[in-house]
Antibody
Framework: EVQLVQSGAEVKKPGESLKISCKGS????????IVWVRQMPGKGLEWMGI????????RYSPSFEGQVTISADKSITTAYLQWGSLKAADTAIYYC?????????????WGQGTLVTVTS | QSVLTQPPSVSGAPGQRVTISCTGS?????????VHWYHQLPGTAPKLLIY???NRPSGVPDRFSGSKSGTSASLAITGLQAEDEADYYC???????????FGTGTKVTVL
């Protein structure tokens, strides 16, 4: 079974750093892009960026470029999303998902989501 | 920012048919890029419902169907059931953003 399992919920203070993870299993991790999606409280889905674990090729949405860093460690089939200095506005649920083999394709499956709360 | 526009909400009685529109532009749906649909039950992760405009993954009932024309796409739900109450999102690729984009989302309510 193809599965993505994300790290647990986090509560952080403004200015702190954070790295959340997404572990893939049940498929060849290096052969599929992994996408990160933000969902702010009560809001819709936003595409943040994407990484190809095979060679760490990474692309960012213009809205998130410079705000977050996406990385992957193929040796442990895990992708990461990290912040250097969190803001209250980063409070959201963050999902990872596997992209289909088509560059213009769909996302399936999705991880269960990681709730990040940034509060003083 | 979402570049695909959906109605905020649609509703219908059990057994009825509802449709959700997804309106884009010449840089995404109108450019020929495929449209995919997801539903998100309260408190859960999104789940793929329709891929490549009108294909259902294994396990998705045939009550769900998709279509695409011009700069828009639609999701239809026939024989509406209480378990269909969820948020629905379309997704496509946008060449001006060089990345994927989601629709604004639609909440389906079963009356």
């Amino acid at each position: 079974e193809v599965q993505l399992v994300q790290s647990g919920a986090e509560v952080k203070k403004p200015g702190e750093s954070l790295k959340i993870s997404c572990k893939g299993s049940g498929y060849s991790f290096t052969d599929y892009w992994i996408v990160w999606v933000r969902q702010m409280p009560g809001k819709g889905l936003e595409w943040m960026g994407i990484i190809y674990p095979g060679d760490s090729d990474t692309r960012y949405s213009p809205s998130f470029e410079g705000q977050v860093t996406i990385s992957a460690d193929k040796s442990i089939t895990t992708a990461y999303l990290q912040w250097g200095s969190l803001k209250a506005a980063d409070t959201a649920i963050y999902y990872c998902a596997r992209k289909s083999s088509s560059w213009y394709g769909w996302f399936d499956p999705w991880g269960q989501g990681t709730l990040v709360t940034v509060t003083s | 920012q979402s570049v695909l526009t959906q109605p905020p909400s649609v509703s219908g009685a059990p057994g009825q048919r509802v449709t959700i529109s997804c309106t884009g532009s010449s840089s995404n749906i109108g450019a020929g890029y495929d449209v995919h649909w997801y539903h998100q039950l309260p408190g859960t992760a999104p789940k793929l419902l329709i891929y490549d405009n009108n294909n259902r993954p294994s396990g998705v009932p045939d009550r769900f169907s998709g279509s695409k024309s011009g700069t828009s796409a639609s999701l239809a739900i026939t024989g509406l059931q209480a378990e269909d109450e969820a948020d629905y999102y379309c997704q496509s690729y946008d060449s001006s953003l060089s990345g994927s984009v989601f629709g604004t989302g639609t909440k389906v309510t079963v009356l």
